[in-house]
Each structure stands twice: as structure tokens, then as C-alpha cells.
């Protein structure tokens, strides 16, 4: 008697990609479920998706840990796969990810990501709330719970973290340096909104300082010395987080 197969989803939260969506999900069409939820989309990304085979949802959050949430519940599978729209599962990975669910005893596991900006690897610096090195992206389903913010929510999981997956998830995060300094200036907008509705803007002292300590860990302390310019640029897009985030929470109307 043949072992039963354990049915997998990819789950995908999208706000106007039309010009990535088709080929990340060409990327993960080895699932046997693909969730699709369209946030404020007034483009073609909904049709795309239908048109791929995906199960969409649209609807209207202002808060990324509550559609991500809701993006979660409307799997079906036994273990969830969770990308953006803008990363690529590759053959190599996704075969480990099969063998992975088949025979683990864990509840959770680490994907390690390639990030690209445009055409070019950055794989050195990332972290720091500017880019992902690795994210819990595979688990199993009612495992991962996201928290109530606007921008990097936190993250809860029910059960035991396993061990880290070998092959990389490949990232678009940029297309160019002026697409990051738009991403910085979205996510400091939404962190502004987090910390006013929290009460605690914090100082500017303590901000001034995180500056530091911040382009210190991406730039040295994980490398980003070694990609040149690129590195650098991270390292202060990463830095400038804060101290932009607290600026606009304390000077800006909602």
C-alpha cells in the first residue's frame, strides 16, 4: 500500500503585478494548489492569475499582516508554500521541497534567498528590515501566523523550526536603484503609520544611533562590502530605515 500524498499549495499575495505574476507562477506550477490574493489590483493581475489555473481572491487590506493571514486560511493543502510575486522556485528547488514534506517530522522550514536587482545577484548585505537573506516559507498548514502591522509584520509558528533547505528562491526585489529608493520610501511610509498607531515613535537620538548600528551589520558583519557599490547601497537604504520611518511618524499627518 502506497503512502498517501501529501497535497501542497503555493500561496501568493499580489498588489498590481501583472507584468511578474504569469512567470512566478509558471515557477511554482508544481504545487497542487495555487492561491492568488489580488489586494487592490486594478490591472490584469487577477485575469493572469485565473488564467494560470490559480484560485483568486480580491479584496482591500491596508494592513500586510491581515491579508497575508487571509491569504493562508484559503489553502487546502497539508504544507504552504508562500512566495511573492516576484520570486522564482527552480526546478532544483522544488524537487527538494517535494522530498522535504514527504518525509519530515518537522513543522517548518527556512528558505535561503538569491536577491536580484535587476539583472544582478546581491546575494551579501541583506537583512535589517531592507531584504530577506531567508524566510520560513514552507510549513505546515495553521504552523505560521502573521502579526498586525502595515510593513514587516511579525511572525508567530506553532510547532518545531526544522532544518534549512539547500537550494535558493530566487528574489526580484529591485529593478534598479531608483526602484529601491521607491521601496524605501513606501516601507518608512507604512512604518510611520505602525509606530503612531503603537503610541511609541521612539527618539531620534535612539534612531540617529541605529543608523550606525544598522549599515555596521549589513555592510560588514554579513558582507555587503563585497558587492561594491550595490552592497553599499543596501547597507544604507537599510540604515536610513529607521530614522526615516521615525521622521515621518513624528512630522507628518497621517
Same mark, same amino acid.
Given at each position: 500500500?502506497?503512502?498517501?500524498?501529501?497535497?501542497?499549495?503555493?500561496?501568493?499575495?499580489?498588489?498590481?503585478?501583472?507584468?511578474?505574476?504569469?512567470?512566478? +507562477?509558471?515557477?511554482?506550477?508544481?504545487?497542487?494548489?495555487?492561491?492568488?490574493?489580488?489586494?487592490?489590483?486594478?490591472?490584469?493581475?487577477?485575469?493572469?492569475?485565473?488564467? =494560470?489555473?490559480?484560485?483568486?481572491? =480580491?479584496?482591500?487590506?491596508?494592513? #500586510?499582516?491581515?491579508?497575508?493571514?487571509?491569504? +493562508?486560511?484559503? =489553502?487546502?493543502?497539508?504544507?504552504?508554500? #508562500?512566495?511573492?510575486?516576484?520570486?522564482?522556485?527552480?526546478? #532544483?528547488?522544488?524537487?527538494?521541497?517535494?522530498?522535504?514534506?514527504?518525509?519530515?517530522?518537522?513543522?517548518?522550514?527556512? +528558505? +535561503?534567498?538569491?536577491?536580484?536587482?535587476?539583472?544582478?545577484?546581491?546575494?551579501?548585505?541583506?537583512?535589517?528590515?531592507?531584504?530577506?537573506?531567508?524566510?520560513?516559507?514552507?510549513?505546515?498548514?495553521?504552523?505560521?501566523?502573521?502579526?498586525?502591522? &502595515?510593513?514587516?509584520?511579525?511572525?508567530?509558528?506553532?510547532? &518545531?523550526?526544522?532544518?534549512?533547505?539547500?537550494?535558493?528562491?530566487?528574489?526580484?526585489?529591485?529593478?534598479?536603484?531608483?526602484?529601491?529608493?521607491?521601496?524605501?520610501?513606501?516601507?518608512?511610509?507604512?512604518?510611520?503609520?505602525?509606530?503612531?498607531?503603537?503610541?511609541?515613535?521612539?527618539?531620534?537620538?535612539?534612531?540617529? &544611533?541605529?543608523?550606525?548600528?544598522?549599515?555596521?551589520?549589513?555592510?560588514?558583519?554579513?558582507?555587503?562590502? &563585497? #558587492?561594491?557599490?550595490?552592497?553599499?547601497?543596501? =547597507?544604507?537604504?537599510?540604515?536610513?530605515?529607521?530614522?526615516?520611518?521615525?521622521?515621518?511618524?513624528?512630522?507628518?499627518?497621517?
Amino acid at each position: 500500500m502506497s503512502a498517501p500524498t501529501v497535497k501542497l499549495s503555493a500561496v501568493i499575495v499580489a498588489h498590481n503585478e501583472e507584468d511578474r505574476l504569469a512567470s512566478c +507562477l509558471a515557477h511554482v506550477a508544481f504545487v497542487d494548489e495555487i492561491i492568488v490574493v489580488c489586494d487592490k489590483c486594478n490591472d490584469q493581475t487577477e485575469q493572469i492569475a485565473i488564467e =494560470a489555473g490559480a484560485k483568486t481572491f =480580491a479584496g482591500s487590506w491596508d494592513i #500586510e499582516g491581515e491579508r497575508r493571514n487571509f491569504a +493562508l486560511a484559503q =489553502a487546502s493543502g497539508d504544507w504552504i508554500l #508562500e512566495v511573492d510575486a516576484d520570486e522564482h522556485v527552480s526546478a #532544483e528547488l522544488a524537487d527538494e521541497i517535494r522530498q522535504v514534506i514527504a518525509t519530515t517530522d518537522y513543522d517548518y522550514h527556512q +528558505l +535561503l534567498v538569491d536577491n536580484y536587482i535587476g539583472d544582478r545577484l546581491v546575494r551579501y548585505g541583506w537583512g535589517a528590515s531592507f531584504g530577506k537573506p531567508g524566510y520560513a516559507g514552507l510549513f505546515r498548514r495553521g504552523a505560521k501566523h502573521w502579526g498586525p502591522q &502595515r510593513v514587516h509584520p511579525a511572525v508567530k509558528f506553532v510547532g &518545531r523550526k526544522g532544518f534549512e533547505l539547500k537550494h535558493r528562491v530566487r528574489h526580484y526585489v529591485d529593478r534598479n536603484i531608483s526602484d529601491m529608493i521607491r521601496r524605501l520610501d513606501s516601507y518608512s511610509t507604512a512604518r510611520a503609520a505602525d509606530l503612531r498607531d503603537s503610541g511609541k515613535i521612539g527618539s531620534f537620538s535612539n534612531n540617529l &544611533r541605529r543608523m550606525f548600528s544598522r549599515f555596521f551589520k549589513c555592510y560588514v558583519r554579513r558582507k555587503g562590502y &563585497r #558587492e561594491g557599490g550595490m552592497g553599499f547601497m543596501v =547597507a544604507i537604504c537599510a540604515a536610513l530605515f529607521p530614522m526615516i520611518s521615525y521622521l515621518k511618524a513624528r512630522y507628518e499627518d497621517k
